[in-house]
């Protein structure tokens, strides 16, 4: 009696952990099918694309040129930056926090849906991959770049400010810096005034790739 009650309670939390790891497969997968399905299909018309005007993949785009050229092993910011779109090791660290720092499940649960695993490669590896790269910026902005955080719709040019300058990089008013980031007035104008003229290239990219369609 006392056998067959151990093996039901054995059951029942295997069900229980099973249950558990299904669901933060489900979260995990949920965001990056969604990461997959929000950036537009490439073989779209360029008729149409020009119609509709910038999509999210134009943006990621021109943020790789502004970037890099395009250069997957790209390394700036006194090498602190890496790879075609110039993400940092906060950046990434980031993106795990964001998926429920479940790391071991993510890179299981990942390996039909990014093309490389986070268990497999270092994360310099993961920065230079650019496909998956585009799904870790889709996951940050996803996060950062939203009605809640911002106070109204976010633009492209947030998203473009917010993966250059990491989550308040949309940020307008430099007195914010100085009394909730301990900035300097001087330090906040120049973020400020940085972040705007990245906009401004991504902007430009963009327009231009639209027109050469």
Not at 15 to 23: D, G, H, I, S
Not at 48 to 53: I, L, W, Y
Not at 157 to 183: C, K, L, Q, T
Not at 199 to 204: C, F, G
Request: proline share 3%; glycine share 4%; aromatic share 12%.
């Amino acid at each position: 009696m006392k056998e067959k009650f151990r093996m039901q309670v054995a059951t029942i939390l295997l069900l229980f952990v099973l249950a558990f790891v299904l669901a933060i497969a489900y979260h995990i997968t949920h965001i990056t099918r969604t990461a997959e399905a929000e950036l537009p299909a490439r073989n779209q018309a360029p008729e149409a694309r020009a119609m509709e005007g910038p999509t999210f993949d134009d943006l990621l785009d021109a943020i790789e040129w502004v970037e890099s050229r395009g250069d997957a092993n790209a390394v700036g910011d006194n090498g602190r930056a890496v790879g075609a779109y110039q993400i940092h090791q906060i950046y990434i660290d980031d993106v795990r926090r964001i998926t429920d720092r479940h790391a071991r499940i993510f890179s299981i649960w990942s390996a039909g849906f990014y093309p490389i695993s986070w268990a497999d490669h270092t994360d310099i590896e993961v920065r230079k991959d650019k496909k998956t790269c585009r799904i870790l910026i889709y996951v940050y902005l996803e996060y950062y770049a939203t009605f809640s955080r911002i106070g109204r719709e976010p633009t492209f040019e947030d998203m473009a400010r917010i993966h250059n300058s990491g989550p308040d990089g949309w940020r307008n008013d430099p007195e914010w810096f100085v009394r909730n980031r301990d900035y300097t007035l001087e330090k906040a104008k120049k973020k400020i005034k940085n972040t705007k003229k990245y906009w401004l290239k991504v902007k430009a990219r963009m327009e231009s790739e639209i027109l050469e369609m």
